[in-house]
C-alpha cells in the first residue's frame, strides 16, 4: 500500500517562495506519475501539475506555469514541488496523488495525500 504524505506548506508573504514535497512509504514511486492539485476555500480542486515516472515529461496548469517547478527523486521516493512568486490566488491545500501509466486527475487517482496548507498573505 502506497502512502503519500504533503509537506512544506506554511505562510509566506506575496511574492515568496515555498517548497512542497510528496514522500512515499510503503512502495517505491518509480512506476507512478505524480500529481500536484490544490483546493481553495469555495473552489473545485484543480490540478496543478504533472510529473512522469522518469521525471522527464511534465506539465503544468496555466496559473503556475514559469513559477512553479515539479521535480522528483527517486532514490528519495519524493516529488516537489517549488513555488516561487506566489501571489494569494494560490493560497489553497495542497496535495499531491499518483497513478500509473498516465498522470492523475482530481477524479481518478490510485493513492492521494492528505495535504498540506499554503497561505499567501503580506
Known amino acids: 500500500q502506497l502512502q503519500l504524505v504533503e509537506s512544506g506548506g506554511g505562510l509566506v508573504q506575496p511574492g515568496g517562495s515555498l517548497r512542497l514535497s510528496c514522500a512515499a512509504s510503503?512502495?517505491?514511486?518509480?512506476?507512478?506519475?505524480i500529481g500536484w492539485f490544490r483546493q481553495a476555500p469555495g473552489k473545485d480542486r484543480e490540478g496543478v501539475s504533472c510529473i512522469s515516472s522518469s521525471g522527464g515529461s511534465t506539465t503544468y496548469a496555466n496559473s503556475v506555469k514559469g513559477r512553479f517547478t515539479i521535480s522528483r527523486d527517486n532514490a528519495k521516493n519524493t516529488v516537489y514541488l517549488q513555488m516561487n512568486f506566489l501571489k494569494p490566488d494560490d493560497t489553497a491545500v495542497y496535495y499531491c496523488?499518483?497513478?500509473?501509466?498516465?498522470?492523475?486527475?482530481?477524479?481518478?487517482?490510485?493513492?492521494r495525500g492528505q495535504g498540506t496548507q499554503v497561505t499567501v498573505s503580506s
Open positions: 496523488a499518483a497513478r500509473r501509466y498516465t498522470c492523475p486527475s482530481v477524479l481518478a487517482y490510485a493513492y
Open positions: 510503503g512502495v517505491t514511486l518509480d512506476y507512478y506519475e
